[in-house]
């Protein structure tokens, strides 16, 4: 209990002083995830819809396996994206493991598929006549799907908080290809992994803190977001 | 484009899974005039409305519209924005009243007038005090109303009803559609509507077609599909209650006489003596008596017995053994002044010219 309470002790005083290496880490950590999800956001709302709307031979399969990615482990996914840009690798050309974008695109793996999951089961939970409602009104189909998506908001903004919870709490791929260097590409988990194993629990613990208000604080922007566009 | 006719359709064939659920030889869809589908599940009627609002893609056939032959993407995107289309669910957004009944507006570009088209759609529904309420928190029939508010707000030169009644209860149901046939009378839109209730389809159809397997059996005007049905299907659908099996026995002067089991009816029409044929009886057209009344006009009078008196909400309908089965409709005042009962005896009457005979092929 003590080492609870040391731990909450320094993470306000870590907060109050805006100690600048954790501000930093924080910062980074929002940087990362904040750009990994708006990518995943892109590619898994896109997808999603176009699984969703369009009947193709196979299709049952292909939403299995974006359900299986869903819980893609983040260490396989920090391995395929390690041995991809090793300096060897195929895309060892582009110089870019331990640095911050090798980060951005492995969280951006993670995130990817929850995001298209979590789109491709709402859009398809709209009713079966919508998208002839909506074409009936006089809609192209690139203002049909843009309805849709906007029809669907509610449930998409829970894939913007699950994909954005999924990669800002994630370690193992980070680590893999950031390598936790101080000052570049360390951020809140792969700091909070050090520390703990460093025996500095009163930091780790505070930066556990702070990575959870972190995650609180966005996600409680998105709630206000989510239930403000709600017409009463 | 030939004089008054708005869409023409020509040999149609849509294929939906390698199957043909469409087949339609022939099918004009005139201005101003409201134009209603019947049949049963499964008889193509919304696959039509679909194809006719440009939104469904047929693999054979014409379809014109005003003279335009709808063949391109381009084609049935301008179709779709001359045309309405109300489902049988309300399908609104989670949205404002308003911004529903905005939205379609706002897609086809008409941005000039968007408020006074909007409130004017909603006043004739009676909805102009839900606008600014959520579309999620209506009741059926407000959602219903809201529903062809934002149909009519385009002021479509076509309108497509999708069996728009059937999710409601008969008291809503009433009203919604007075003020449909208000409004179609005042816009003088075009309308198409699918729907297999026959109290419905008299009130509102010009022009009535019957299909079944995605075929039109018979097309023409209200009264002549009700009251002269081509075939036994067509005559059991819009509700000619008793269908009998008979054989012309002679004909003067297109007064025939017909065989029915062992009884003899008399109707009009032109059938020769021998020919195989079907009596159509629509149960309204049956008068109840106790005893033969010589004041009527009618040429056909049966002793009865009341097999079974159904309870039909203002009227009963008696299941009645002539001979041969008769059904017929009474009013419960009439029914309570004659103290008809199960197993009573008395007299059905009809006129000849209430007898639909068609000719029967077995």
């Given amino acids: 209990m003590e080492l609870i309470g040391e731990g909450i002790k320094k993470a306000l005083e870590l907060i109050i002083s805006f100690d600048p290496e954790v501000m930093g880490i924080t910062f980074l950590s929002l940087k990362i995830s904040g750009l990994a999800t708006l990518i995943s956001l892109f590619l898994g709302i896109s997808a999603g819809t176009a699984i969703a709307l369009i009947n193709f031979p196979g299709k049952k399969i292909v939403i299995s396996l974006v359900n299986t990615g869903m819980g893609l482990p983040p260490v396989v996914v920090g391995l395929f994206v390690t041995v991809l840009i090793w300096r060897n690798g195929p895309l060892g050309f582009l110089e870019i493991l331990y640095t911050p974008s090798a980060m951005i695109i492995a969280q951006a793996i993670i995130a990817t598929p929850i995001v298209m999951g979590i789109s491709l089961a709402a859009i398809q939970h709209l009713p079966e006549n919508l998208r002839l409602q909506i074409l009936s009104l006089g809609a192209t189909r690139l203002q049909m799907v843009w309805v849709l998506i906007k029809e669907a908001r509610l449930p998409l903004l829970a894939a913007v908080m699950a994909g954005f919870g999924g990669v800002i709490s994630e370690v193992g791929a980070s680590i893999m290809v950031g390598g936790n260097i101080k000052g570049y590409s360390r951020v809140l988990t792969t700091a909070t992994v050090m520390e703990t194993s460093k025996g500095n629990f009163d930091i780790a613990i505070a930066l556990g803190i702070i990575l959870l208000l972190l995650a609180f604080c966005v996600n409680l922007i998105l709630t206000q977001i989510q239930q403000r566009q709600r017409p009463r | ?362």
């Fill in chain 2, 1 to 362: 484009m030939t004089n008054n006719i708005l869409m023409q359709v020509n040999n149609l064939v849509l294929d939906r899974r390698s199957v043909t659920v469409l087949d339609i030889e022939k099918l004009n869809v005139t201005a101003g005039k409201i134009l209603v589908l019947i049949g049963p599940n499964g008889a193509g009627k919304s696959s039509l409305l679909l194809t006719l609002a440009g939104l469904l893609k047929f693999q054979k056939g014409r379809l014109n519209y005003q003279g335009i032959s709808i063949k391109s993407g381009k084609d049935r995107l301008m179709l779709r924005r001359n045309c309405s289309v109300v489902f049988q669910e309300s399908l609104l957004l989670d949205e404002t009243v308003y911004k529903n009944v905005a939205l379609g507006l706002k897609l086809r570009g008409k941005n000039n007038n968007i408020k006074a088209d909007v409130e004017e759609a909603l006043y004739y529904f009676g909805v102009n005090n839900l606008a600014q309420r959520s579309a999620r928190n209506l009741s059926g029939g407000e959602a219903k109303r809201v529903s062809l508010a934002r149909a009519f707000a385009l002021k479509p030169q076509l309108i497509l009803l999708d069996e728009p009644f059937s999710s409601l209860d008969p008291p809503t149901n009433e009203g919604i559609i007075d003020d449909l046939q208000r409004i179609l009378e005042k816009t003088k839109i075009t309308a198409v509507i699918a729907s297999h209730n026959r109290e419905e389809t008299l009130r509102l159809a010009h022009d009535v077609a019957v299909m079944n397997n995605g075929k039109i059996i018979q097309i023409g005007t209200a009264a002549e599909v009700f009251n002269q049905p081509v075939n036994e299907f067509v005559a059991d659908f819009v509700g000619a209650e008793t269908i009998l099996e008979g054989i012309v026995k002679s004909n003067h002067d297109g007064i025939m006489m017909i065989t029915v089991k062992d009884k003899t009816i008399e109707a009009t029409g032109n059938y020769a003596g021998g020919e195989k044929v079907y009596c159509c009886l629509r149960p309204e057209n049956i008068m109840i008596s106790r005893e033969i009344q010589n004041k009527y006009s009618a040429r056909n009078f049966f002793p009865a017995k009341v097999k079974k008196v159904h309870n039909q909400g203002i009227f009963n309908k008696l299941i009645l053994d002539c001979g041969f089965p008769l059904v017929a409709y009474i009013t419960k005042n009439s029914c309570e002044d004659l103290s008809l009962q199960e197993d009573d005896s008395v007299v059905a009457s009809f006129k000849a010219t209430a007898v639909h005979v068609i000719r029967r092929e077995k």
